[in-house]
C-alpha cells in the first residue's frame, strides 16, 4: 500500500502536513475527510520510493547512522513495553507510528505493519527497511518470533543498541578535543604564515642583510603557501580521494586495517572496542536463540575491521566443519588468549552467552581505561607539536630583528 504525503486545511483554517497510508489518492483524500480534513495537495512519498530502489540494490543498502540507531533502540524499547502488556503486535505498530520521532522512521514502521497486517513475518518486514535495521536486528527479531519471546528479545535489543552507542560515543567523546585543539592549531599557523609572516619577512628583506637559515626557510614556506595555495588544497583532495580508493579495495582494506591494529595505542583501544562489540554481539545473538552459525556470520558484519572479520570467518568455516569456536580462535592469533580460554570454558559448562556478557564487561572497562590513556598521550603531543611550531615561526622572525639591534 503507498504512503502520501499532503498538506490539507482543518476547521481552524490552519494548514496541516502529514503522511497516510492508502491505496490510491482518491482513497487518501476520503480518509482525510472523514477527520474534517480538506486536502490542497497530496502526492505519493519519495522517500518510500528511495527505500524500495535501495532494497533493489539500484542505489546500494543504506547503514543505519548513530542518529537513527538511538530512534531505533528507543522506539524498540517501547514496542517491547506494549507487547509485555499484552497490546498484539499490529497495535502496537500502530502505537509506534503515532509517537514516532520523526517522519522518515514513521514511514518505515507504516510500511511494517502494513507487511505485517498481510500476513509477513516481523523479522522479514524490517529486512526490507536497511537504512534503520540491521542483519542483527532482523535476525534476532525472527528468533523472538520463532521462539514465542518477541518482547524479551525486543528488550535486548533495545538495550544492545543503547550499549553500542554508548561504546562508541565513549571514544568519539575522548577524541573531540584533541580533534578541536589540531584544527584551531592548524588555521593559527595558517594564518601566522599567509598573513602575519609575509609582512615580518618583507620588513626584514627591505634592510638588505644577509637572513639567517631559519628565516630562509620561514620565508619559502611562506611564499610558497601564499602563491600555491590552491594547488596545496588540490593536493590534498587528490590524497584524500587516492586514499579512499586504496581503502575501499580489499587489499587496500586489510592493509590499513592490520596498520590501525598495530599503532601503539590507539590499536590497542581499537582491538578492546572490537573484541567488547563482538562479545555482547554474540552474547546476545546466542542468548535470543539465533543458531550459532548464522551469529557468528551477523557478529562478523557488526565488526569494522576487515582483520577481525576475516578471522571470525576462519571460526565460522571451522565450526562448520565440526569443531568449536574456541579452538579456531586460539589459533587464529587475532582473539585475546584471555577471550579465547574463557570461549573455551564457557562452551564446555554450557553457559556461553553468560561467559561472553563477563567478557563484555571487562572489555567495556578497559575501553574506558584505554580512552582515558590514549587522550593523556594526545593532549601533550599536540601541545608540545604546535608550541614547537609556533616557537620556529617566532625564532625564525626575531633572529634578523635581533641582528639588526647588534649592527
Known amino acids: 500500500m503507498p504512503i502520501f ?20 489518492p482518491r482513497d487518501a483524500r476520503i480518509k482525510l475527510k472523514k477527520d474534517r480534513l480538506f486536502v490542497t495537495d ?20 543504506e547503514a543505519p547512522n548513530k542518529a537513527r540507531t538511538e530512534q531505533v533502540a528507543a522506539v524498540t524499547r517501547q514496542m517491547a513495553s506494549l507487547l509485555q ?42 529486512m526490507q527497511h536497511p537504512a534503520y535495521f540491521t542483519d542483527l536486528y532482523s535476525n534476532m527479531v525472527k528468533a523472538g518470533e520463532s521462539s514465542g519471546a518477541l518482547d524479551k528479545v525486543l ?8 550499549a553500542q552507542t554508548r561504546l562508541k560515543n565513549k571514544v568519539g567523546a575522548a577524541l573531540i578535543y584533541p580533534m578541536v585543539m589540531s584544527i584551531v592549531g592548524v588555521i593559527v599557523v595558517a594564518i601566522l604564515m599567509t598573513f602575519v609572516v609575509p609582512r615580518v619577512t618583507q620588513l626584514i628583506k627591505g634592510k638588505g642583510q644577509d637572513l639567517p637559515l631559519p628565516t630562509h626557510i620561514l620565508i619559502t614556506l611562506s ?15 587528490a590524497l584524500v580521494i587516492c586514499f579512499q580508493l586504496f581503502v575501499n579495495s580489499e587489499k587496500g582494506r586489510l592493509a590499513f586495517d592490520t596498520f590501525k591494529l598495530r599503532l601503539p595505542v590507539f590499536g590497542d ?45 576462519v571460526v565460522h568455516d571451522r565450526v562448520v566443519e565440526g569443531t568449536d569456536i ?21 562452551e564446555q559448562a554450557g553457559n556461553l552467552e553468560e561467559m561472553l556478557e563477563r567478557i563484555a564487561g571487562t572489555y567495556d572497562e578497559e575501553v574506558d581505561l584505554a580512552t582515558t590513556k590514549l587522550t593523556s598521550v594526545i593532549e601533550p603531543v599536540i601541545i608540545v ?22 649592527a
Open 5 to 24: 504525503e499532503y498538506k490539507a486545511i482543518d476547521g481552524d483554517n490552519r494548514v496541516k502536513k502529514g503522511i497516510i497510508d492508502a491505496d490510491t
Open 42 to 61: 497530496i502526492r505519493e512519498s519519495r522517500t518510500r520510493k528511495l527505500a524500495a530502489i535501495r532494497i533493489k540494490g539500484v542505489t546500494g543498502v
Open 85 to 126: 502488556a499484552g497490546i498484539p503486535l499490529a497495535e502496537a505498530l500502530r502505537m509506534i507510528i503515532e509517537q514516532a520521532p520523526d517522519k522518515k522512521i514513521e514511514e518505515a514502521f507504516r510500511d511494517i505493519r502494513e507487511k505485517v497486517t498481510q500476513g509477513m513475518p516481523f523479522g522479514d518486514a524490517v
Open 155 to 162: 528488550v535486548r535489543l533495545a538495550s544492545f543498541l543503547q
Open 223 to 237: 611564499d610558497f603557501l601564499v602563491n600555491w595555495w590552491l594547488l596545496v588544497l588540490v593536493g590534498l583532495l
Open 269 to 313: 583501544l581499537m582491538k578492546k572496542q572490537a573484541m567488547a562489540r563482538f562479545s555482547i554481539t554474540l552474547a546476545t545473538l546466542l542468548r535470543s536463540g539465533v543458531p550459532a552459525l548464522q551469529a557468528l556470520q551477523v557478529t562478523k558484519a557488526v565488526l569494522d575491521n576487515k582483520v577481525l572479520q576475516n578471522a571470525l570467518q
Open 326 to 346: 574456541a579452538t579456531p580462535m586460539k589459533m587464529s592469533g587475532v582473539f585475546p588468549p584471555t577471550i579465547s580460554y574463557m570461549v573455551g570454558v564457557g
Open 385 to 406: 607539536l604546535l608550541a614547537a611550531i609556533v616557537a620556529g615561526i617566532v625564532v625564525a622572525i626575531v633572529m634578523p630583528l635581533l641582528q639588526l639591534q647588534k
